[in-house]
């Protein structure tokens, strides 16, 4: 009896701390959807994130083949535990601060299976990992799907300022303006319709460890609920600093990338999910704003901070690796392991908070465009801030680039 009131709370644990992934990852990417149209002022921030956070609900409850993937297709269920799967999503949750603490628009998805496979390994050994189908869900369309999403919005954009070379600018803005609401809508569906199955395919892999549902099914309706319903309520909450880097950072955005990169993002991500692949939609919309930049002819393209994104996405898989390997270890040691990892979790939530208050971005801020650029090179950061929060120039290094900041 004893055993059995500790295996349900570890397995209430479990979910709840999977819900609590489900929230990170929705604050964490909602920058993925509406970054564009806060950035051009096609949607009001707090607008913005209140539309994305409905949509992504509704996205959830629309499929689930990305849910079928995870929960019988990434490893040997018979060999994975409940704690081994929590001490993944610690993994996951860990490196979503961290990366939202830094603005990097890094994978949540990605930190998410980096994060079970570092404990899977450490708990059941290699031979628990299907790499093939790792290899070809997670690592090829990690890789296609950028370049996919980026070509089709640099096609669209230079096609969108074409038709438009005549018309004026006030009118083409203002329709374009309705349209890149419309994509950025499209994208957060597909956002839901993506990542919010991966918390339930988590969970119903926890519940098949349990014994609690039987092996090779697929998510059930309270948690295809309760999953969309964390999502929603992540993205509601803003992830305001991702989302100014992804906005001003890479790009100056206007109205025609904007639409043109939502729907270059929403054609891919949606196409990815009905076929079960466990995509990022991060790279996906960065890869077409970065596209959107290509397309138009006078955009600056900050292609360093670009690159020190990509070398994130590079870290992600194993970085979160390594945290959910040194977090099964830890899990491992029976129900005194499950608790102290839980509190070492609330802990670590606690201190990367703290360090993200002297800073705070929230939606009165997230269109300042001279306070970006945390990770540009020194050239192209004309603007930082300095301890009280104010925007202060930055002392450039010789009278040339004085005088061209002063321009």
């Not at 309270?222 to 992804?246: E, F, N």
Request: with cysteine.
């Amino acid at each position: 009896m004893g055993s059995d009131v500790t295996e349900l709370f570890v397995v209430i644990a479990v979910v709840m701390v999977a819900l609590i992934f489900d929230f990170t990852n929705g604050f964490h990417d909602s920058a993925n959807a509406m970054a564009g149209p806060v950035a051009t002022g096609a949607l009001r921030p707090r607008t913005a994130v209140i539309l994305a956070a409905v949509l992504n609900l509704v996205g959830a409850c629309l499929s689930t083949e990305v849910a079928k993937t995870i929960s019988g297709g990434f490893f040997d269920e018979e060999l994975i535990t409940v704690s081994i799967i929590l001490a993944g999503l610690v993994g996951a949750i860990i490196w979503n601060l961290l990366t939202w603490l830094l603005g990097l628009p890094s994978s949540s998805s990605h930190a998410l299976f980096g994060g079970l496979i570092g404990a899977v390994i450490v708990g059941a050994g290699f031979a628990s990992v299907h790499g093939w189908v790792i290899v070809s869900k997670v690592l090829l369309p990690a890789i296609v799907a950028p370049l996919v999403a980026g070509i089709g919005a640099a096609l669209a954009t230079m096609l969108a300022y074409r038709i438009t070379r005549r018309t004026p600018s006030g009118h083409s803005n203002t329709g374009f303006k309705y349209g890149q609401a419309f994509t950025a809508s499209l994208v957060a569906l597909a956002h839901g319709t993506s990542d919010g199955q991966k918390t339930m395919g988590v969970i119903t892999l926890v519940l098949i460890a349990a014994n609690l549902q039987p092996p090779d099914t697929g998510p059930q309706p309270w948690v295809i609920l309760s999953a969309g319903i964390a999502i929603g309520l992540g993205t509601y909450s803003g992830g305001w600093r991702i989302m100014r880097m992804l906005g001003k950072g890479v790009v100056e955005i206007e109205t025609p990338q904007g639409a043109a990169s939502g729907a270059a993002s929403t054609a891919t991500i949606l196409s990815s999910a009905h076929l079960g692949f466990g995509l990022s939609t991060t790279h996906v919309a960065t890869g077409s704003i970065l596209g959107s930049g290509v397309g138009r002819r006078d955009a600056e393209v900050r292609w360093g901070v670009a690159r020190k994104m990509v070398f994130a996405w590079l870290l992600t898989l194993p970085g979160s690796g390594l945290v959910g390997g040194a977090a099964g270890l830890l899990a491992n040691r029976g129900l005194a392991g499950v608790i102290a990892l839980l509190v070492l979790l609330a802990g670590t939530c606690l201190v990367i908070w703290a360090f993200s208050r002297p800073n705070k971005i929230s939606r009165h801020n997230v269109t300042d465009s001279r306070e970006v650029l945390v990770l540009a090179s020194p050239r192209q950061a004309e603007y930082v801030n300095d301890p009280r929060g104010d925007a202060v120039t930055k002392p450039k290094k010789n009278k040339k680039h004085k005088a061209k900041s002063a321009a």
